[in-house]
């Protein structure tokens, strides 16, 4: 028997590979909206890339629907729930018995999903820490420079003890590390 709680683990993240697989475009998973890849429209659908569970919507001419990629393979395909599971789990190499062997085989994909998952937030965070203190830099240049200030007197600063983005992008910084470097 296939574990849906396993299945839906092992699928975190992974959904636009597993949805492109069964046949749908990934036009339809932008996060834009545009036509439903299962009943059509013009603008009604809308794929939320960020959400890991494959989050979706549908208006479906003023019947609004919705849900995660299981659901989005049954209203593309016309899948039962347990067809939807078998299709992911067999796209995922996910087996049904629970075997060592199978569980093993779970346990290593659902690390390889906390691993890409640290990968992205550590990139983002990243990301995030540099924007915040070129800004803080920018800003301490901007109040030197007279013509600046001559040209734009209401301009200020940015606050010098607002560090508070700065904490928490350090402190996920160090989540992400620990995810990906644990011993």
């Avoid at 990934?26 to 439903?36: R, S």
């Avoid at 899948?79 to 299709?87: H, W």
């Amino acid at each position: 028997m296939i574990d849906f709680a396993t299945v839906k683990q092992a699928a975190q993240g992974r959904w636009p590979a597993i949805l492109t697989s069964h046949g749908i475009h990934d036009n339809h998973l932008t996060g834009k909206h545009g036509p439903c890849p299962g009943c059509g429209g013009k603008d009604r659908f809308r794929y939320v890339p960020a959400d890991p569970n494959g989050k979706w919507f549908c208006g479906q001419g003023g019947d609004p629907i919705g849900g995660d990629g299981f659901d989005l393979l049954c209203h593309v395909h016309g899948f039962s729930k347990f067809e939807s599971l078998k299709a992911v789990a067999s796209f995922l190499g996910v087996e049904g018995d629970n075997s060592p062997q199978a569980q093993a085989k779970a346990k290593a994909i659902i690390q390889q999903q906390k691993r890409h998952t640290a990968e992205k937030t550590l990139a983002h965070e990243l990301h995030v820490l540099f924007q915040v203190v070129s800004s803080r830099v920018a800003s301490r240049e901007l109040a030197r420079d007279r013509k600046f200030l001559e040209a734009r007197p209401d301009w200020q600063p940015m606050p010098e003890g607002s560090w508070q983005r700065e904490r928490e992008a350090v402190k996920r910084i160090r989540q992400a590390m620990g995810v990906l470097y644990e011993r």
